[in-house]
């Protein structure tokens, strides 16, 4: 294992420092104008959309409907709470 993260030789030895070759300098790009730079944006959106992994219908109706339970669910609990903790509160406090 070590041998295939570079630190030891094929003959068990430690490994030296190998230099990394120089670097290339970039070719600077020519100027585009604002419209193709725009124009490229929109490009490469698009490109980027088609690799996105879409659900289904029946996945979008399944989550649908397990946030619209569980939404359902999370406001009773707070009406619950809400309207037991007001009753408690006047029980306390009646005058």
């Known amino acids: 294992m070590m ?7 094929a003959d ?9 070759p120089p670097r290339a300098r970039p070719v600077p790009q020519p100027e585009t104008s604002v419209f193709g730079r725009i124009a490229e944006f929109f ?3 698009r490109s980027e959309l088609r690799q996105v992994a879409w659900p289904t219908p029946k996945e979008v109706a399944n989550s649908a409907t397990i946030v ?3 939404l359902v669910l999370l406001v ?3 009406f619950l709470l809400n309207y037991a903790f007001s009753h408690a509160v ?6």
Request: net charge positive; hydrophobic share 35%; no cysteine.
């Open 3 to 9: 041998q295939r993260q570079g630190q030891l030789e």
């Open 12 to 20: 068990g030895s430690p490994a030296t420092r190998r230099q990394a």
């Open 43 to 45: 490009r490469e959106v």
């Open 68 to 70: 619209f339970l569980t």
């Open 76 to 78: 009773s609990l707070i």
């Open 90 to 95: 006047t029980f306390l406090f009646k005058s």
